[in-house]
């Protein structure tokens, strides 16, 4: 019966993250959209399910995270839109595995972090900024790996640091989304996946 009810806890938590995720990715609450700059706290719910359900958990709502990104391909997001034109395929690859990894990898994280941390506190908040860390690294490295050559992304290469190496750019291109990103993730995320924690499953 505990076990049960351990599995049901599980499905109902990944329920609602899930329902938080679709949430934000189609309301205005998900994406603060400046030009082609957007800063997106998806991240969040996808890190605090890895923390609190597991590396497991992480990959289904980085999954459900990207796919929703994949999405916003389809008109609502100017650069991902402009990645569509070019090369769909390519594009689902930047938008999905990436977060898939993003969660997987967060989860790993966590359960790293929550050994090491005797009193049960850093653990969190270090979780949280690694994964926000993560899903710029994975997202920014596989946009360039798989669009940087096309004249879209050479435009903005141009403009924003002309004649630069690949690690330069990446740093002009996201710099302050990735430091907004990593900040209201390290906060917000480790607030609510402390408070989770009664409610993480023995492993």
């Not at 403009?159 to 740093?171: H, K, Y």
Request: charged share 10%; glycine share 10%.
């Amino acid at each position: 019966m505990k076990n049960t009810n351990s599995k049901l806890s599980v499905l109902i938590q990944l329920a609602l993250l899930t329902s938080v995720i679709l949430l934000l990715a189609f309301t205005p609450l998900g994406y603060l959209r400046i030009g082609l700059l957007e800063i997106t706290f998806l991240t969040i719910p996808v890190i605090v399910g890895a923390c609190t359900l597991g590396p497991a958990a992480g990959a289904f709502l980085g999954a459900v995270f990207g796919a929703t990104s994949f999405a916003t391909c389809f008109g609502s997001s100017a650069f991902g839109t402009a990645l569509l034109g070019i090369q769909p395929v390519l594009t689902f690859l930047v938008c999905v595995p990436t977060r898939i990894l993003m969660g997987f990898f967060s989860g790993l994280l966590f359960q790293f972090f929550y050994r090491l941390d005797k009193k049960k506190i850093f653990c969190y908040g270090a979780a949280c900024l690694s994964g926000a860390v993560l899903n710029t690294v994975f997202f920014m490295s596989a946009l360039v790996l798989c669009f940087g050559q096309t004249d879209f992304i050479q435009s903005i290469w141009n403009e924003l640091t002309p004649g630069s190496n690949v690690i330069v750019f990446i740093l002009a291109f996201v710099g302050v989304q990735g430091a907004v990103e990593a900040l209201v993730c390290g906060v917000v995320g480790a607030a609510i996946s402390k408070a989770l924690s009664h409610f993480r499953p023995e492993r």
